[in-house]
C-alpha cells in the first residue's frame, strides 16, 4: 500500500462495457475498439477549467467489454475483486457500465465492498460517446468527481447530474435514466461542482461494519439458482412448483401485489412452505414501483409469512435478488442467513 493519503491517489477507471463506449457495426451497437482514446479525446472537449479540475485518473478497459445485457453473477465476482484489489491503490473506481443492468451490477456491488471507506462510482449513458449529444461526457466528468471524495464511502450512481445510492438505484427510462423510489439524492451537480449530501450517505453508519465480503458466486449461484418470480393473476401451484422443486434452485425473489399480498391458495402457498422447508430462501418485494411490503398486513400476505418468506421491505428487485445471491454464497447456516437478509447491511432497506 502507499505512503501518501488516499486522496493522493489517482481514481481508477474500469471500462467493462456497455452503449458508453458503443460503436455503430452491421449488426447494431457494439463494444467499439480503442476506448482510452476515444474517452480522452471525448473530455477533452470539456471547458478548459473544468477539464483542468478533473482530479487525476487511470484508466483500465476491460480486455472483454460486454453489453450489460449478458452480465451474470460471474461478471458481478469478478467486479467486485478487480476493484477490492485496486483499491488501495486509488482514491477512489468509477465503472462504465451498460445502463441495461447497471443497477443490478451496483447493488451487488454494495454486498460485496460492505465497509468501503472510498468512493465507488458507477456511470454509464444513455448514447455512445462519440454520438452527438452524448450524456456520456457529462455522466464521466461527474463520476470522476465524485469518486474523488473521501466522504463518499459507497457504491454510487452517477447519472444525468445525479448521485444516487447503488444499492438502492433502478433503471426507470429514457429520460430519467436511474432513480431511487425510496432514499434521497446523495448529490448533484451544481454547476461544475459535484456536491455530496454527505448526511445522507454511509459515512457515519459503516464504522465497524466487516471489511469486503467477496463471497464466490461460481457453479449454480451464477447461473440461474435464485430464481425471479412476478405473480400474475391465476398463477397455479403447479407453475410454481415448476420453479421451486428443482435441487438447482437454492432461493426465490417472489413479486408480489401491493403492499405484501398472494392469492389466498393453499396449494400454491404450501408449495412455498415446502420450498422454504427445503432450506430454500424466499423473499417479496412488490410489483409496485414505490411503497414497501409489510407481509401480514392483509389476511391476503399472512399465508406468506406463514410460508416463511422473508419481507424484502422497500428493497428494489435489484437489491433483493443480488442480496440473495450474496447471502446463499456465504458460508452461513439458515437461521443467520434470514437475519441478515432482514438487516440492513448497506442502506439497502
Ligand atoms: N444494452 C446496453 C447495455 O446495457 C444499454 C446501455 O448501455 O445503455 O450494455
Request: proline share 7%; hydrophobic share 45%.
Amino acid at each position: 500500500m502507499s505512503a501518501f493519503p488516499a486522496s493522493d491517489r489517482p481514481v481508477l477507471l474500469l471500462y467493462v462495457g456497455g452503449t458508453i463506449g458503443m460503436v455503430e457495426t452491421p449488426h447494431g451497437l457494439a463494444p467499439g475498439p480503442d476506448f482510452t482514446r476515444r474517452l480522452h479525446q471525448t473530455l477533452a472537449t470539456l471547458p478548459p477549467s473544468s477539464h483542468a479540475s478533473l482530479p487525476d485518473f487511470v484508466v483500465r478497459e476491460s480486455p472483454h467489454p460486454i453489453d450489460s445485457s449478458g452480465a451474470t453473477p460471474a461478471d458481478w465476482q469478478r467486479l467486485g475483486r478487480e476493484i477490492a484489489a485496486a483499491l488501495p491503490e486509488h482514491a477512489g473506481v468509477v465503472v462504465l457500465h451498460g445502463t441495461d443492468t447497471l443497477a443490478w451490477s451496483a447493488s451487488s456491488l454494495a454486498f460485496q465492498l460492505q465497509g468501503l471507506d472510498r468512493p465507488v462510482v458507477v456511470t454509464g449513458a444513455m448514447r455512445p460517446l462519440d454520438a452527438d449529444g452524448s450524456d456520456a461526457r457529462d455522466n464521466i466528468e461527474l463520476a470522476l468527481r465524485f469518486a474523488a471524495q473521501p466522504l463518499l464511502q459507497e457504491v454510487g450512481v452517477a447519472f444525468g447530474g445525479r448521485l444516487l445510492r447503488g444499492v438502492r438505484s433502478r433503471k426507470v427510462g429514457a429520460q430519467e435514466a436511474f432513480t431511487t423510489p425510496h432514499y434521497p439524492l446523495l448529490g448533484e451537480r451544481v454547476g461544475d461542482d459535484a456536491v455530496l449530501f454527505a448526511s445522507r450517505t454511509l459515512v457515519s453508519q459503516q464504522r465497524g461494519a466487516p471489511r469486503f465480503e467477496l463471497a464466490d458466486y461460481a457453479g449454480g449461484l451464477a447461473h440461474g439458482s435464485v430464481a425471479r418470480i412476478a405473480l400474475w393473476p391465476g398463477i397455479q401451484a403447479w407453475q410454481l412448483d415448476a420453479w421451486l422443486r428443482d435441487d438447482r434452485v437454492k432461493g426465490a425473489l417472489l413479486e408480489v401485489w401491493g403492499g405484501g399480498n398472494a392469492p389466498d391458495d393453499p396449494a400454491l402457498l404450501g408449495v412455498l412452505a415446502q420450498a422454504s422447508g427445503e432450506g430454500k430462501l424466499l423473499a417479496a418485494v412488490s410489483q409496485c414501483p414505490t411503497g414497501g411490503v409489510t407481509l401480514g398486513r392483509y389476511a391476503a400476505g399472512r399465508g406468506l409469512a406463514d410460508a416463511d418468506v422473508l419481507s424484502g421491505d422497500t428493497m428494489t428487485p435489484e437489491a433483493a435478488y443480488t442480496k440473495l445471491v450474496h447471502l446463499l454464497a456465504l458460508p452461513l447456516d439458515d437461521a443467520e442467513r434470514r437475519r441478515r437478509f432482514l438487516t440492513p447491511l448497506v442502506g439497502e432497506r
